[in-house]
């Protein structure tokens, strides 16, 4: 059974702005939708210096700038924070056009081929989730797991884009 602390340290559900994202291929809409429901299940996410809690997270895009507005579980406001995606440009990129091999490479490839391409993929995206942990350090405290599947909810807002 969870703790008192376990169970304040977390985000119970995560969204992402109408208006900031696009349509995606089944593929990535698929991505998108396990990722939500993997954060939900399990994550690590709490402001510091804060007994609050549990979170809920609002994802946006604001004037070429991601916006993590965190509200406490029932919807009030707690803060917002906008990070820059210019450091995230070149991963998103690359990151793109590997899980563009991946999607053609599973429905064609050998199991050697796919799992070479999956390994450079699962590569970046673990250089996105540090990338994620550094840049909001000090503002938010989350672990490696739930980092990696916040950067496939801020490449699904790059889809619109």
Not at 22 to 34: I, M, N, T
Not at 45 to 74: K, M, S
Request: charged share 30%.
């Amino acid at each position: 059974m969870p703790d008192d602390a376990s169970i304040r340290r977390r985000l119970v559900a995560v969204t992402l702005d109408d208006a900031s994202i696009g349509r995606g291929s089944p593929d990535q809409e698929h991505e998108r939708a396990v990722a939500i429901y993997d954060i939900v299940e399990a994550n690590c996410f709490a402001l510091p210096e804060r007994d609050g809690g549990p979170y809920a997270l609002h994802l946006a895009l604001v004037e070429n700038r991601l916006c993590f507005d965190i509200r406490t579980a029932d919807g009030a406001p707690i803060v917002a924070h906008h990070l820059s995606l210019t450091p995230f440009r070149k991963i998103i990129k690359d990151y793109e056009m590997v899980c563009d091999s991946y999607y053609k490479a599973i429905r064609t490839a050998s199991p050697a081929q796919i799992e070479a391409i999956d390994m450079g993929r699962r590569g970046l995206h673990n250089e996105a989730a540090e990338l994620l942990v550094q840049r909001l350090e000090g503002k938010v405290e989350l672990d490696f797991d739930t980092a990696r599947r916040l950067f496939t909810l801020i490449f699904a807002l790059h889809w619109k884009g």
